[in-house]
């Protein structure tokens, strides 16, 4: 098994300590407020295909009649457009900065960036347009509170161990360069990791320009970069795991069944994350331009917000009179 | 600006005080884009109409505007009937424009919008909205630049399109960005883009499973007209403490089905004064009449006289 396949497994752990089990990303307000668009696809086309996905087929009988009063049938239907739109707009609106701070991660890693002081200041241009792009109290609070749970989580659970690293045998010099420079690799990565995580604590209460936020996006693509994943496996990867813990916050919710939420996860998420990831595979999250951005010119090449509606409920998830989610 | 955008209709406004009035040094524009100064009895307010000939754009239509707002004037940008963007000139279908860059594509209609708000100004831009016309593609940019102490209200709003002729989110494409600076600092960019025709999702071959196509209208029902305030500075505080009263009052029980009017607020990052609020409602009136409440504060700030002109 190669490396990378070997991190999309521990990665993909959703007993990861990254504080994804407290987010719905918009789905308990939807719920709350009746907007799963329930209602059938009115065009003769839609209704065949709908036919056809048998996602929301009758082999899942356990939700039977969710609290939205809702079959389970239908619900896996309005989760399924639920998912597209939200997996569209974060898409859109988050991947470039992901890409963007693990594009920065990686070349300090391989030391094509030497300082670690203009990799930081690279990484807290895209964490700052990050915050000023996202006019949301309620998803910058689930943003940040995500992205310092993935520092930690590298620099306490994915850093090598110091009795792993002292046990082994002394590497003959020159024998072995390529375990060398991985090793290089890793000790700069994680002093970037460290350095990123003292600045997003101090940003906490400081004012200083080079302090960080630590949005979500910007924390991942740094993870994904300092572990040695590419740019394309790191952003397909966290899109996954955009929409599995949709999908799970849905079966806790107890408005999806489990054995739905997995036929979701297997066949309609699969074309839907390889549609969003290819239309989005060439913005850029524009902060790292020394040049003014004319915006009205970079409509197709700037991130943006795709679901207005998902945004204003997103909003009021704080409004809601219960609520078992923090967003 | 002007040497980036082509052909366009251009506009410039320096407003400034004198004696108390507001006066404007220079109000210029060509064609498409008109600008009319009515003269109002509100002492340091200052009331501008945007207009284009014919009352609508067509595609390939650019218009950019520059707006140059001194110490203490208190500027109301307004329009007269809602900007319709019609479709693409040559009658080309959206669905089939070739390029897939519409920022360059000549047939899109692109507005552009210039203000810097020097200390203890103010710009309230309260226009109608934006109605995209079946296979319309307009894109609008604006930017902001306030300098500590300057105020700002800043709406940016659309509707689904002519529903009278039975289109419903129907247009080709639909992208704005509003950007703020604060003394020189970004505070807050707000982009949106609404595209008409989604491409259907694929596998990139060895397809199992067709996902039924979704329009636009799927995304955006049952609402049919979103709006976006942004409200920076001293002079908008009054309006600001009065949603945060009303939106603490909220609280949502599970409904059985959508509310007409939806909307909520959050602050800016780095700003303390700084909120953008957001609302959608199934009817363009119902909105226009949530905004004209939520803003009537700011009688106090420019007028009833002025007041009453928006939102009319």
């Known amino acids: 098994m190669d490396k990378e396949t070997y991190l999309l497994l521990v990665l993909s752990d959703s007993n990861l300590p990254t504080g994804s089990f407290v987010a719905s990303a918009g789905l308990e307000s939807t719920a709350t407020h009746a907007l799963f668009h329930a209602t059938p696809p009115t065009t003769g086309s839609a209704a065949t295909a709908t036919g056809t996905t048998g996602t929301g087929s009758n082999t899942d009988t356990s939700t039977g009649t969710g609290p939205t009063g809702i079959s389970s049938s239908t619900s896996s239907s309005s989760i399924l457009a639920f998912l597209r739109n939200s997996i569209d707009t974060y898409a859109r609106s988050a991947l470039p900065f992901a890409r963007d701070a693990h594009r920065i991660t990686t070349a300090y890693a391989k030391n094509d960036i030497a300082d670690l002081d203009v990799a930081l200041a690279a990484l807290a241009k895209i964490d700052a347009l990050y915050d000023a792009c996202t006019l949301n109290h309620v998803a910058r609070r689930a943003s940040c509170a995500q992205g310092v749970a993935l520092l930690s989580l590298y620099a306490r659970g994915f850093t090598c161990p110091p009795f792993l690293l002292s046990t082994g045998t002394t590497i003959p010099q020159g024998v072995d360069s390529e375990q060398e420079q991985e090793r290089d690799r890793e000790s700069r990565a994680s002093a970037l990791v460290a350095a990123l995580k003292l600045r997003v604590r101090r940003g906490a209460g400081g004012e200083s320009d080079d302090d960080a936020l630590g949005h979500l996006p910007v924390c991942w693509g740094v993870l994904a970069g300092a572990l040695g994943l590419s740019v394309d496996r790191g952003a397909h990867l966290h899109l996954f795991l955009h929409a599995r813990g949709v999908l799970s916050a849905a079966v806790r919710m107890n408005i999806l069944g489990p054995y739905a939420a997995q036929q979701l996860l297997l066949h309609a998420v699969k074309p839907l994350l390889t549609e969003a990831l290819s239309s989005t595979a060439h913005l850029v999250s524009g902060a790292l331009r020394e040049e003014e951005v004319h915006l009205e010119f970079e409509a197709e090449r700037l991130p943006a917000t795709t679901w207005p509606l998902g945004e204003i409920l997103s909003m009021r998830h704080d409004l809601l009179h219960s609520r078992i989610f923090n967003s | ?312």
């Open chain 2, 1 to 312: 600006m002007s040497n980036i955008i082509q052909d366009a209709g251009h506009g410039k406004i320096t407003a400034q005080i004198h004696s108390d009035q507001v006066v404007f040094p220079v109000l210029a524009y060509t064609y498409p884009l008109k600008l009319l100064s009515p003269r109002m009895q509100q002492e340091r307010v200052g009331v501008v109409y945007m207009m284009t000939y014919g009352g609508g754009l067509v595609g390939g239509d650019r218009i950019s505007l520059t707006i140059n707002i001194e110490h203490d004037v208190r500027l109301v940008l307004l329009s007269q009937g809602s900007t319709k963007v019609f479709k693409t000139r040559l009658g080309t279908r959206a669905a089939i424009r070739s390029t897939p860059n519409t920022a360059n594509d000549p047939t899109t209609t692109m507005q552009r919008l210039d203000v810097s708000i020097a200390a203890g100004g103010a710009l309230f831009l309260l226009p109608d909205p934006v109605t995209c016309f079946r296979d319309a593609a307009y894109h609008q940019a604006q930017t902001f630049r306030l300098a500590h102490g300057a105020s700002a209200v800043l709406l940016d709003w659309y509707t689904s399109g002519r529903r009278a002729r039975g289109e419903e989110w129907a247009f080709a494409e639909y992208y704005s960005a509003n950007e703020v600076f604060v003394g020189g600092v970004r505070t807050a960019r707000d982009v949106v883009l609404l595209n008409g025709a989604l491409p259907p999702p694929g596998d990139g071959g060895g397809q199992l499973l067709l996902l039924p196509r979704r329009t636009l209208a799927d995304r955006m029902r049952p609402y049919a007209c979103y709006a976006t305030l942004l409200l920076y500075g001293p002079l908008v505080q009054g309006v600001v403490r009065e949603l945060e009263e009303r939106m603490r009052k909220i609280s949502v029980f599970r409904v059985g089905e959508p509310l007409d009017v939806l909307w909520s607020m959050s602050g800016v990052h780095g700003e303390a004064g700084g909120r953008v609020v957001r609302v959608a409602g199934k009817e363009t009136e119902e909105v226009k009449m949530w905004l004209c409440t939520a803003l009537r504060g700011l009688v106090d700030v420019i007028g009833a006289e002025v007041y009453s002109k928006a939102f009319v």
